[in-house]
């Protein structure tokens, strides 16, 4: 095993010294992970986050991880994260696409399960027709699942995510998993300045006895335990058990509040809120709309960004505070059904002033001129 | 296994419901128990609510009595009938989904390796047919393609029971059963041969009609699995509530089906597995 | 929009009551603890649960896992210590000892289960309990079906980050505060007699 030093998650997260690098997405992601302590990874090749795990693996070679290996199908990979997780030791996998939907059943069950697993999405297309290039409408499937959602603007992002989610998803009153989704190819194969500390330093071990649900190794109590057995029978009592189960996932979310304020330093960034024209987004969306807005202070009309960090929990009262004075929402965004656009809407009084717009899909590009031009508009 | 598990914290044991106490004091941990002791000692199996004469349930009891080290055994089933009767069983369990049990084992038994280095934890799949042959059988075979230390039992009897006994790969020609109104069209997969040419290191298909012949194959399947390969056993336990046949039946109707030469008693063994088990059943090794 | 503060108070709320966690209410810092949805000082609510556990009827603690069984350094003398403050309570011990969804029946005099908590709370006429020892999952589990169909009040000692479910929560709940609580409850006692 390679030599590092444990540090706390404050000093690797906020005090040490870090320097620049000039690297892609995917070597962000191998980054994070030499520094995050993680026991084990399990990979399957899909486009566009092949890479990412090459490189996990590559880094396993070198030492930096206990065990490693490449699974045979996206539901056999994350079945197996799963069990691992289980087993008590910290895990990372990757997929994007056709793989999430693959995955899918896996997903709300890490969150029933408590799973504090970490899993990046690369975001792409998905059937029919096939393509592989961005897209995040897997992230409209996600929303509901259960599992915590970060969405990375750039490599910078995607490499401080990754350790801060396994820092978020393994407090004891979160305890649930945490998906940090990159837009594929734009972030994941693009070379971007990421400020790193040093590779020798690392996030100290998951302790599973901070768990909120024993581990399955035959060393916690209680002896007689099933994860996580039928709670429906016997009678009406059991539903309600289940029911609780469940709010009780919805409600590590909410925890977890406090948490990604901490971390992620907000659940949202916001620069000039005064404007009367604010342009809400997230991923690579707010890249565009940086551009977009740039060009239209040029041309004297005022702009104001949101950018949305965390998807799930969703910043609702941040969103409703920072939005009030506002006059026009603009929502861009990278796939057909706005589901950011409608997560949006849903946390405000007033959706007459969201535009759910521009939306491109199916890979295709953002020029910032789309953005600017609904920012004209919408400044007539 | 913490042995911390099994002992009640001082003070507390004049509060603790009988059959914990019984756990404490009768239960198999560290103590080599195997089915010949049955009836003396604290099974690992509560009340469960499968039906009576089920075969799956009597398999599952002698299977837990034949564990070589209930404590440090972790099983890993999937949905099913024996998926109602884990909760209320004494060892560590995971209920994967449906089909990916071989896949969430992979991912434990490595997991536990990592923790416990050099440490007995074994990692023990047990599902039904539908889950093992049918829906997992890819996840199955990769498991065992790649090699993985952890052992497979099938409790098959030849259906999806609890969903109400439909057809299933395990299910011979020409049976009836939902979803095969006519009559299955297809045999009875050949998974002791398919799993001895993936790479199984043992493999055996037993029954509950010969509880000795089960426990050995129980202890060999997870003594093999530790150290040479993954291993593989069938065990045919028949459901008379799908079947429709008389709860007291069962037995006699395995004992039928050999007669009838549609059940053979099975035992594959790699030559590596082969030393392996010379060398502890001679007792040379531990 | 809420308009109102959400309290987290005795039930029954009803069928299926929120979780407190998603109504608003916030876990408290290390030193603070909550009571009733609002966060206060350690101290405070070390006070309000020796009152309330005082002047029930029939307090009932509800040791878990975590403290039934000596599974790691330290449980022996935390049980010895939740035990005497049982004692000077005048209070009942009812194990949790695991989680399994009980079959075919729980017995409801000698255990309580976290999928079906009410029927042992119900059976008894347990109108204050005590949750120590207990995986937080479960426990906020438990907590949740309690509010919303008894009338009992939940106090949960808890070795965490503690339980907005409950009434009154502690965080990180070790000997130390279990052993305070015992203190404080002989003060209050001696007061009375």
Same mark, same amino acid.
Request: hydrophobic letters at 45%; one cysteine or more.
């Given at each position: 095993m390679i030599e590092q030093k444990v540090v706390t998650p404050d000093h690797l997260l906020f005090q040490a010294g870090r320097e620049e690098h000039f690297i892609t997405g995917s070597e962000a992601v191998k980054e994070a992970i030499k520094r995050a302590n993680v026991d084990m990874a399990i990979s399957y090749p899909i486009t566009p986050q092949s890479e990412s795990m090459h490189l996990v693996g590559d880094i396993y070679a070198e030492g930096y991880l206990k065990e490693y290996y490449r699974g045979e199908n996206e539901f056999a990979v994350m079945s197996a994260v799963a069990g691992a997780s289980m087993g008590g030791v910290r895990i990372f996998t990757a997929t994007g696409g056709?793989?999430?939907? #693959?995955?899918?059943?896996?997903?709300?069950?890490?969150?029933?399960? #408590?799973?504090?697993?970490?899993?990046?999405?690369?975001? #792409?297309?998905?059937?029919?027709?096939?393509?592989?290039?961005?897209?995040?409408?897997?992230?409209?499937?996600?929303?509901?699942?259960?599992?915590?959602?970060?969405?990375?603007?750039?490599?910078?992002? =995607?490499?401080?995510?990754? =350790?801060?989610?396994?820092?978020?998803?393994?407090?004891?009153?979160?305890?649930?998993?945490?998906?940090?989704?990159?837009?594929?190819?734009?972030?994941?194969?693009?070379?971007?300045?990421?400020?790193m500390p040093q590779a020798n330093i690392k996030l100290p071990p998951y302790d599973p006895h901070s768990a909120p649900v024993p581990t399955m190794d035959m060393e916690t109590v209680p002896l007689r335990q099933m994860r996580d057995p039928f709670v429906m029978k016997s009678n009406f009592i059991s539903y309600a058990a289940h029911a609780s189960w469940q709010q009780e996932i919805m409600a590590a979310a909410e925890r977890a509040r406090k948490h990604v304020d901490k971390y992620l330093g907000g659940l949202v960034e916001a620069e000039n809120e005064e404007a009367e024209i604010l342009i809400v987004a997230s991923g690579t969306a707010v890249s565009q709309s940086r551009d977009a807005i740039k060009i239209a202070r040029q041309e004297g009309i005022d702009v104001g960004l949101i950018k949305i960090k965390s998807i799930r929990p969703f910043p609702v009262k941040e969103i409703r505070s920072l939005t009030q004075k506002a006059k026009a929402l603009i929502v861009p965004e990278f796939n057909r059904v706005g589901w950011l656009s409608r997560e949006i809407k849903s946390s405000l009084d007033d959706t007459t002033k969201v535009v759910g717009g521009p939306r491109v899909f199916g890979g295709m590009t953002m020029p910032p001129e789309m953005i600017l031009a609904e920012i004209r508009r919408c400044s007539a | 296994m913490n042995k911390g598990l099994i002992t009640i914290a001082p003070g507390f044991e004049d509060i603790m419901p009988a059959e914990y106490r019984e756990l404490v004091e009768h239960g198999p941990y560290e103590k080599g128990y195997g089915i010949s002791d049955l009836g003396t000692f604290k099974e690992l199996l509560e009340e469960h609510p499968l039906c009576a004469g089920c075969g799956l349930a009597l398999s599952l009891r002698l299977i837990l009595a034949s564990l070589p080290n209930p404590e440090d055994t972790v099983i890993v089933g999937s949905t099913g009938c024996s998926s109602l009767a884990f909760p209320q069983v004494a060892v560590h369990n995971i209920h994967s989904l449906f089909g990916n049990q071989n896949a969430v084992a992979s991912g434990l038994k490595r997991a536990l390796k990592l923790r416990y280095p050099g440490r007995v934890k074994d990692v023990v799949v047990i599902a039904g047919d539908g889950a093992t042959a049918d829906i997992g059988l890819d996840m199955v075979m990769h498991s065992w393609f790649r090699r993985e230390n952890i052992t497979t039992i099938m409790l098959d009897n030849e259906a999806y029971a609890n969903t109400g006994g439909q057809e299933s790969g395990m299910s011979t020609l020409g049976t009836v059963l939902n979803m095969a109104p006519t009559g299955k069209k297809f045999p009875k997969l050949s998974l002791p041969e398919i799993a001895r040419e993936a790479g199984c290191a043992y493999v055996a298909a037993v029954a509950p009609a010969q509880p000795k012949r089960l426990e050995r194959a129980v202890k060999r399947a997870i003594l093999v699995a530790r150290e040479t390969g993954p291993t593989y056993l069938q065990v045919f336990s028949p459901c008379p509530t799908n079947y429709k046949f008389p709860p007291k039946e069962t037995v006699a109707r395995i004992k039928q089906r050999e007669k009838e030469g549609t059940f053979q008693y099975k035992e594959y063994i790699a030559p590596a597995a082969q030393e392996l088990l010379a060398l502890i059943e001679e007792g040379k090794k531990e | 929009m809420l308009t109102t503060e959400y309290r987290v108070l005795a039930g029954p709320e009803g069928y299926l009551p929120p979780a407190a966690a998603s109504m608003g209410v916030v876990l408290p810092e290390k030193g603070e603890a909550l009571v009733e949805g609002e966060i206060v000082p350690e101290e405070v609510a070390m006070q309000k649960i020796i009152e309330k556990a005082l002047a029930a009827k029939n307090p009932v603690f509800f040791p878990g896992p975590k403290i039934l069984w000596a599974w790691k350094e330290g449980? %022996?003398?935390? %049980?010895?210590?939740?035990?005497?403050?049982?004692? %000077? @309570?005048? %209070?009942?011990?009812?194990?949790?000892?695991?989680?399994? /969804?009980?079959?075919?029946?729980?017995? /409801?005099?000698?255990?309580?289960? /976290?999928?079906?908590?009410? @029927? *042992?709370?119900?059976?008894?006429?347990?109108?204050?309990?005590?949750?120590?020892?207990?995986?937080?999952?479960?426990?906020?589990?438990? @907590?949740?079906?309690?509010?919303?169909? *008894?009338?009992?009040? *939940?106090i949960a000692l808890c070795g965490e980050e503690g339980h907005e479910d409950a009434m009154i929560s502690l965080r990180d709940a070790g000997l130390k505060e279990i052993q305070k609580l015992t203190e404080i409850a002989k003060e209050k006692r001696a007061l009375h007699d």
């Open positions: 056709p793989g999430t939907y #693959r995955a899918f059943e896996m997903f709300p069950t890490w969150a029933g399960a #408590r799973l504090p697993i970490v899993c990046a999405f690369m975001t #792409r297309g998905v059937n029919s027709p096939l393509s592989i290039q961005p897209d995040t409408i897997e992230m409209a499937a996600l929303l509901d699942t259960g599992i915590m959602m970060f969405h990375a603007e750039n490599g910078q992002d =995607l490499y401080d995510m990754i =350790l801060k989610a396994f820092v978020i998803a393994e407090k004891t009153d979160v305890h649930i998993p945490a998906g940090v989704f990159a837009d594929g190819f734009f972030v994941t194969h693009t070379r971007d300045k990421v400020a | - | 449980v %022996a003398e935390r %049980a010895k210590a939740v035990k005497e403050l049982a004692e %000077a @309570l005048g %209070a009942k011990i009812i194990p949790m000892p695991d989680y399994r /969804p009980k079959y075919p029946m729980i017995d /409801p005099n000698v255990e309580i289960n /976290p999928n079906h908590p009410n @029927l *042992t709370i119900w059976h008894n006429k347990i109108d204050v309990c005590f949750f120590v020892g207990v995986h937080c999952h479960y426990a906020n589990m438990a @907590l949740k079906i309690i509010r919303g169909g *008894t009338s009992c009040y *939940t």
